[in-house]
């Protein structure tokens, strides 16, 4: 019988007998590596989002530059200095923190500095691989934040 073991990659590595210098190099390798590229673990919306914008708690969606984080849906909605609606993944594409929020006309993740245009394309190395962006459509007061 085949005893199997579930291990990180840093264990892995430590096992083959890479260690320091040259584990460190392997690491910063990952970025040429499919197997070590941070892939993104963003589930599709299941269902479209409704916003009824007349609500107070979607107020900061009512002035430009304003945004709201929709935590359970993992999805952040900001209104971008245009005027037009924007929302994007709230997981960030850089290492899986669901930190992102909106400044000054972009995306930006707090936990390590990844940069995202208002169409989800990385304007940094760190926001290299973009964000998952959801299209919007306003009718009345009813902002929808369409699942795809």
Excluded: W
Aim: charged residues 15%; aromatic residues 8%.
């Amino acid at each position: 019988m085949m005893k199997t073991e579930i291990i990180n990659r840093n264990e892995f590595l430590k096992k083959l007998g890479f260690s320091g210098a040259a584990m460190f190099a392997v690491m910063c390798a990952g970025s040429t590596l499919t197997s070590c590229q941070n892939e993104s673990n963003v589930a599709p919306l299941t269902s479209d989002i409704t916003l009824d914008l007349a609500n107070s708690q979607y107020a900061a969606l009512l002035k430009n530059g304003g945004y709201v984080v929709l935590s359970s849906q993992n999805v952040v909605v900001a209104r971008t200095n245009t005027g037009a609606y924007a929302a994007v993944t709230l997981i960030c594409s850089h290492e899986q923190q669901r930190q992102i929020t909106y400044r000054t006309s972009e995306f930006y993740c707090t936990a390590h500095g990844a940069r995202y245009d208002n169409n989800g394309v990385g304007l940094n190395s760190d926001g290299k691989k973009g964000l998952k962006v959801y299209q919007t459509s306003l009718s009345n007061n009813i902002l929808t934040i369409v699942a795809s």
